[in-house]
């Protein structure tokens, strides 16, 4: 059974900072290009975030360039968000996310993923 557990979300005032983490479990981590997806109350979900099986490669989004760093610990089974500079409009759920083979022409599509975490909640304050 693959299992995506996500932590260190919470409340943060603007400005500051948390480290997401996502353990994996149930699957051959280090083969799986992994991803950190958002949904915020009444909106679609959103990427975020993604990382190649090797770690060699990364992607963020737009909005969160320059601010949001993902990097992951293969012999950890361990994925990471690290957020920096937080802004109120970063208040959403957050959520890991492994996928096979991805490529740079779909790594933003949460389709392309086949297992999920529950999600943490990320709430910043103004």
């Known amino acids: 059974q693959v299992l995506l557990v996500e932590s260190g979300g919470g409340l943060v005032q603007a400005g500051g900072s948390l480290r997401l983490s996502c353990a994996a479990s149930g699957l051959t981590f280090s083969s799986y290009d992994m991803g950190w997806f958002r949904q915020a109350p009444g909106k679609e979900r959103e990427f975020v975030a993604a990382?190649?099986?090797?770690?060699?490669?990364?992607n963020t989004a737009d909005s969160v360039k320059g601010r949001f760093t993902i990097s992951r610990d293969n012999a950890k089974n361990t994925v990471y968000l690290q957020m920096n500079s937080l802004k109120p409009e970063d208040t959403a759920v957050y959520s890991c996310?492994?996928?096979?083979?991805?490529?740079?022409?779909?790594?933003?599509?949460?389709?392309?993923?086949?297992?999920w975490g529950q999600g943490t909640q990320v709430t910043v304050s103004s």
């Open positions: 996310a492994a996928g096979l083979k991805l490529s740079r022409h779909n790594y933003m599509d949460y389709r392309r993923y086949g297992h």
């Open positions: 990382i190649n099986w090797s770690g060699v490669e990364t």
